[in-house]
Nanobody, 126 residues
């Protein structure tokens, strides 16, 4: 299974981008998530959503600006990013989890994911 992320690019501060991610084949996942890694920083959790979209979890610092959603018919997960800031500059990774958890909080840990995409670069200029 390969995850194909797209939608990254260069945007001015205050602008918006929407990232998309879809697996290359048919696979059932309990959740999908987004992480990001800025230069010389550790990878950090951004948001996760369960298969049905019934549970969504965003990291507190990004709530209100970033929104994760899922289109089940297309098996695609999106990350809508608004009011972008230069500090949002990073490589954004989508990931897929085959693990079932009772609470979406568990999906904030990278170890809970089984497949990862190659990442898409997001650069926010000031």
């Amino acid at each position: 299974v390969q995850l194909q992320a797209s939608g990254g690019g260069l945007v001015q501060a205050g602008g918006s981008l929407r990232l998309s991610c879809a697996p290359s084949g048919r696979i059932f996942s309990y959740a999908m998530g987004w992480f990001r890694q800025a230069p010389e920083k550790k990878r950090e959790f951004v948001a996760a959503i369960t298969w049905t979209g019934s549970s969504i979890y965003h990291t507190d610092s990004l709530k209100g600006r970033f929104t994760i959603s899922r289109e089940i018919g297309k098996n695609t997960v999106y990350l809508q990013m608004d009011s972008l800031k230069p500090e949002d500059t990073a490589v954004y990774y989508c990931a897929l989890s085959l693990k079932r958890h009772s609470a979406p909080l568990y999906y904030s840990e990278s170890d809970e994911y089984d497949y990862w995409g190659h990442g898409t670069q997001v650069t926010v200029s000031s």
